[in-house]
């Protein structure tokens, strides 16, 4: 049960990639500027983390389902990935409704 959480992660992470692969929503539409975002978004939320923590604001919570390795105090291992998800989610949501919302303007301007 240590790793449940991370590999739950890693599912829901693989579950991002699959659904950008098949629609083109990410780094399927653009690598380049995907992985800069992606980064930034990620780097950005660590560093939230961390001001958190250096606050004492958050907190490591104690679970069964962690593996309990820290990437810095108070920041376990599976925050990495929560983040990295999180971002991804976001991005992806993001190429799908910037399509949308470009669909249904050229279908209101009578573009084919």
Do not use: K
Request: hydrophobic share 55%.
């Amino acid at each position: 049960m240590i790793l449940l959480y991370l590999l739950a992660l890693l599912v829901a992470l693989t579950g991002m990639i699959l659904l950008d692969r098949r629609c083109e929503l990410f780094f399927w539409r653009d690598a380049r500027r995907a992985s800069i975002v992606l980064i930034a978004g990620l780097v950005f939320f660590l560093v939230w983390d961390l001001a958190g923590v250096g606050g004492g604001i958050f907190f490591r919570g104690e679970t069964s389902f962690m593996t309990g390795l820290q990437v810095a105090p108070e920041v376990p291992l599976e925050e990495v990935f929560f983040l990295t998800l999180l971002c991804y989610l976001t991005m992806n949501v993001y190429g799908f409704a910037s399509r949308r919302v470009s669909l249904a303007t050229s279908h209101r301007r009578g573009a084919p």
